[in-house]
């Protein structure tokens, strides 16, 4: 039996259009209490007894009977036997992949300023910023219902980009099986150490450090709930790049790309999960209408369909619009995490855009060209966090430290004033150091 998909339709120019479009949006992560507490407690079992609490809960979550944390890590040779098992196409599109999100971020690195900045003021003083990559960063790798070496490619690079020494990453592998393709794109992008854990564990390893697994710098990478929690947990010992939420598509249409094209684009979010979010934005209702009649012709061939039939019926929408400004400023409101811009004249749209995640420009820039191979990075900002939050790049494992080399003359200056200052806030101590270096007058 053939359920239709029904999504939810919105007008603009309806008085309650404000609620009804946040009430499609609004999602609460609902973290379960038994989850947090269960990720407390398997931080607090690595902290204190490293590898073989490390050891167990891999043994029990991911069915696995391995005698040591050692023999959980892959070597560099089985990534290249990886690589090497996979058919030329595979691995060709792999390595193409790989070298598009290369050379986005090496750009990206150039045009931030590779190694900071510094100038001289007149009396001498110079200040500046020195920009200096991480030491180690640990790369989380979901596994288990899916493989995503794509997010292997998008974590790793920019890491090794910006200079990372160390990139150390963790795969669960339930029941030992293990994805060549996760592998092999490890292999391409440089990884350095992979161990096969997950979940709370695998956290706590890379933010506590065991005998075996070093402790690093920052974490990223997506996981499920309590890779999240664990996440949450053990910010400010490690830096960690983001809560992500469930994946989100916004797109903006005039009504002249194939229907087909873009329900096809929503069903590309909603396949991820139930969870997941898709919204056409269009002034056209008969396209509208158009592109329904096609979810639902289409929906049958997809081997997810219940998946997409769920997220569609639940978080999906179809929003009618005065014009296509209106749709920009909805656009700006509801900050997607990926936003097609599906137009004759996508640039015109685009530069109205102040927040989203990814833009994708014209209708031949389907969302999915971003997940894998276009070369901008495809770890971005949900749940409406693009209106303060950025993609991932090569700043996310670059740290900036200040230079101030203060000239005996621009002691003089900034000594008066700093005492000034420290006075008036009590700090004494803090007054005399700058005093200090005042040169006395005869």
């Known amino acids: 039996m053939k359920l239709p998909v029904t999504m939810r339709h919105l007008d603009s120019s309806a008085a309650d259009f404000p609620a009804q479009l946040m009430s499609v949006l609004a999602f609460e992560a609902g973290e379960d ?37 050692s023999a959980l890590e892959i070597p560099q040779a089985e990534l290249q036997a990886a690589l090497l098992s996979l058919s030329p196409a ?3 599109a792999l ?41 180690k960063v640990g790369i989380y790798v979901p596994g288990g219902k899916a493989a995503y070496p794509s997010s292997v490619l998008m974590n790793a690079i920019p890491a090794k980009v910006a200079g990372v020494a160390v990139v150390i990453m963790v795969v669960p592998t339930p029941d030992g099986v293990k994805n060549p393709l996760v592998l092999a ?35 990223v990478g997506p996981g499920n709930a309590y890779v999240a929690a664990a996440k949450r947990r053990v ?27 873009i329900a096809m684009d929503l069903f590309s979010q909603a ?43 639940n978080r999906g929408a179809l929003v009618k619009v005065r014009d296509m400004d209106e749709a920009c400023e909805i656009a700006n409101l509801i900050a997607a995490e990926h936003l097609e811009i599906s137009t004759e004249q996508p640039q015109q ?42 993609p991932l790049g090569v700043y996310d494992f670059q740290k900036r430290s200040s230079i101030i080399h203060v000239s005996q003359t621009g002691a003089q200056t900034l000594g008066l004033i700093a005492a000034e200052l420290a006075y008036g806030e009590g700090l004494q101590a803090h007054a005399r150091s700058a005093e200090y270096r005042l040169q006395k007058k005869d």
């Open 33 to 69: 209490e038994a989850i947090d507490r269960a990720a407390a407690g398997i931080l607090a079992a690595v902290k204190a007894r490293g590898d073989a609490a490390v050891l167990e809960y891999t043994n029990q979550f991911d069915r696995l009977a391995a005698a040591s944390v």
């Open 90 to 92: 595979r691995r060709d």
């Open 95 to 135: 390595q193409a992949a790989a070298d598009r999100v290369r050379t986005y971020h090496e750009r990206q690195k150039r045009e931030c300023g590779s190694d900071g900045f510094t100038f001289t003021e007149a009396d001498g003083t110079v200040l500046g910023q020195k920009v200096t990559p991480l030491d």
């Open 185 to 219: 794109a490890a292999a391409i992008a440089g990884v350095d150490r992979v161990f096969t854990i997950g979940g709370a564990q695998a956290v706590g390893a890379l933010a506590y450090g065991t005998a075996t697994i070093p402790q690093v710098d920052k974490i």
């Open 235 to 261: 910010f400010g010992t490690v830096g960690i790049d983001m809560i992500a939420g469930p994946s989100e598509i916004l797109v903006l249409a005039d009504g002249s790309t194939d229907p087909d094209w």
């Open 271 to 313: 396949e991820h999960d139930e969870l997941a979010q898709s919204i056409l934005v269009c002034p056209d209702a008969d396209y509208l209408a158009q592109v329904e009649a096609s979810v639902n012709r289409q929906i049958e061939a997809m081997p997810r369909k219940d998946v997409i039939r769920t997220s569609l019926t």
């Open 349 to 390: 749209w685009a530069d109205k855009i102040r927040h989203a995640g990814a833009m994708f420009l014209g209708r031949f820039s389907s969302e999915s060209l971003g997940d894998y191979c276009a070369g901008p990075n495809h770890v971005l900002p949900t749940s409406r966090t693009a209106r303060f939050s950025s």
